[in-house]
């Protein structure tokens, strides 16, 4: 057994891992207090990390992540460059030998092994080099800074995402496991605008972080939805520098799904404009396949999210799309409950007034569940959505300009 | 060669068709004038019709289309009873037999043969058959009310759908082609929250009729997009008691292809909350299949409609989304214009000063064209879809409260 503890700070507890921010211009808004978050950050480790990885299916992916791509498999890493407000995407190759362009400046600043790039912004811009490059001068590369860091990598976020574990074996040996991440709009199953890098001192062997990290990713970054679409840039990796010497699988496992879980919720409270959170469960379906087609449609549906805005109990959105996503369904063995409240049955189909009056204090909750049983096999699936509001338009109408 | 010349008053030129409404209490809300529209609405014939028809792939179609599916194939009718405010879906085998009860009640007015019903409103409730029955005693069933029928059948319409063709062949001999419709959301490739009534007078034989409605939703109703949604109600029926002995299926085709087209992009103007209309052509894909994927996710996709609403030239969301969409595509290959202004190129890539201007200008317009040519094939498909304002999310936020 082993127990998992929540540590402040994130990044910093990670034996061997240093990150920083710097402010290079590129970011010019101050927040409301007015302090000026960074726009440029690093992750390194004194000693080179096994990578695991995982990137948008967008077939635009950006120029970082084709970079990326060119390391040899089973590659080692000691650093990690990311950038806000330029995602340094459909840039072509230029975009590409920019980041090694980059890389050439920053070598003489500190020891570089096989270097990672990371960017989130705008798309179309090549990388504004010079600009970036006075980064180098300010990082200082010894600094253990997380929140500054978590806040560097932000864009329209309203506030930083980073967790850190501390797992202890019950031999009393440990290892830390942290994260920071961002994302707040474009969020949809097969990842999302998000970028989220995740770094750990335990011992885990090099197959063990391309499972587990595959495991994590699908049961949370690629489980929640803002508004369906799937952005150029989305990137999630593992470094793991084996500082600690202390490994064990199932307790890695569980830490690490706690925080992709967390950090995937984050992202969805986080979600523009948005002000609740919903599970969508579909059981009870022909297959999994079926439950997870249904699951998605009810998260990514604009009907659905802005009947929750609305906090109208109108099942009616719930059931037609489902019966839009063209799976096995069935209207008399179909069976929704909000939370525990049964909303629709085969047997009890119109709402009566003190049942619509229950789902009204249901739906006033920040977050809550609705389940989907389809009464026909064992398919089941579960997607976390959340609503939209009149701030979801306002943030992206007004984006950019 | 023939000559289309259309007419005002819709239905009401089709020889053999009559029409009416009447508010029976479902439409309590008056317009901004003090009138009240109606709510139950006919379409009948003196002669027996041939019938084609196309409804939703929704799998939870409502009781009116299943009512409709149980009539033997190659059926006549000469009677359709339509009502807005309550969809009759996901009420069971009661609300087919609702249905049936009501036309039991109507036989006593008129002489009805194998009359079809359909209806558009809220989902999940019984129709209130007492109060829809008071119709039948208010009915002018020799009544030709065009206008008054094109807004009694409207939901969240903001102005009614009409439209009527005279069809001239070159020996003089003529034909009427006629159709209202409503819809102004939930409306997705794959038909929309929309019913259409097409009737004509023309000597077309049955085989046509299917055949060229085929066609002829294929590239109006189900290229049109506001919100990605397919609802439980979707019909387009066409009507055809032959009366005036007169066709020719070049010119019957061209006249209904004109008028579904029409009432599509009418139905897209009055998309809700929407500002403007844009068609969304993909070219130079490696197929057909790619291209009609890659049109209509652009026209689903929140962050394009939301960039449409905000007028800003953010060509990255156009290119992320037909990265996202999973089809074959080159960022060096691919060209975007917004009308004939080149707004990307694998040469050209940012978005000089002038340009942009020009963009800004472009989007402006209430309607205009982007085209993305993928460079790769022959594969083309065009698709429709308008923007996404604040508008969209109240209308959605506050529907049925």
Redesign the interface.
């Known amino acids: 057994m082993f127990q998992i503890l929540s540590l402040k700070n994130g990044l910093d507890n990670v034996q061997g891992f240093f990150n920083g921010s710097t402010n290079v211009g590129l970011r010019t808004k101050p927040n409301e207090d007015g302090s000026l978050d960074g726009d440029v950050a690093f992750i390194r480790s004194n000693e080179p990390c096994d990578v695991a990885a995982r990137f948008t ?5 950006a120029a970082p992540i084709k970079h990326f791509q060119r390391y040899p498999k089973d590659f080692q890493t000691n650093f990690i460059l990311i950038n806000a407000k330029n ?1 340094n ?4 190759i230029k975009g590409i030998e920019d980041i090694d362009t980059l890389f050439a400046k920053l070598e003489s600043k500190t020891k570089l092994h096989n270097p990672i790039m990371s960017s989130t912004g ?5 990388l504004p080099l010079d600009k970036l490059a006075t980064a180098f001068d300010n990082f200082d590369f010894n600094a253990r800074d997380s929140e500054k860091t978590a806040r560097a990598i932000m864009t329209t976020d309203s506030f930083k995402k980073e967790i850190c574990f501390k797992v202890t074996l019950d031999d009393g040996n440990s290892f830390h496991i942290a994260a920071i991440a961002k994302g707040a ?2 969020i ?1 199953p097969a990842m999302a605008t998000m970028l989220c890098f995740i770094v750990t001192d335990a011992d885990i062997p090099k197959e063990d972080m391309d499972e587990l990290l595959g495991i994590a990713v699908e049961n949370s970054f690629n489980r929640i939805s803002v ?6 840039n989305d990137t999630v990796l593992l470094l793991a520098n084996k500082t600690s010497m202390v490994y064990d699988k199932d307790a890695f496992r569980e830490a690490l799904n706690k925080i992709t879980f967390e950090l995937a919720m984050m992202i969805l409270r986080d979600g523009e404009g948005a002000t609740k959170v919903v599970a969508f469960e579909v059981k009870g379906a022909a297959n999994d396949e079926d439950a997870k087609k249904a699951s998605i449609l009810l998260s ?4 659905v999210k ?2 929750l ?2 906090e ?1 109990p ?4 719930i ?11 069935d ?2 063995k179909l069976i929704i409950h909000y939370d525990n409240l049964l909303i ?1 049955s ?1 047997e009890q ?3 009566d007034k003190e049942r619509e009056e229950k789902a009204y204090k249901i739906m006033k909750q920040n977050s809550f569940h609705i389940t989907c049983d389809l009464g026909l096999g064992d398919g089941s699936y579960t997607s976390y959505g959340c609503d ?3 701030d ?3 943030i ?6």
Do not use: H, Q
């Not at 990514?300 to 009907?303: A, K, M, R």
């Not at 992206?396 to 300009?401: K, L, M």
């Open positions: 299916t967008n077939r635009f992916a995602a995407a459909m840039t072509g705008v798309i179309g811009y090549r709009g474009m949809n508004d369906g679409d799937t952005s150029t990514n549906s604009l009907l802005t009947a805005f609305g109208d109108n099942w009616g959105r059931a037609s799309t489902i019966g839009a996503s063209g799976i096995e369904c209207e008399d629709y085969g189909r119109e709402l939209l509001s009149y979801y338009v306002k992206n109408a007004e984006y950019r300009t």
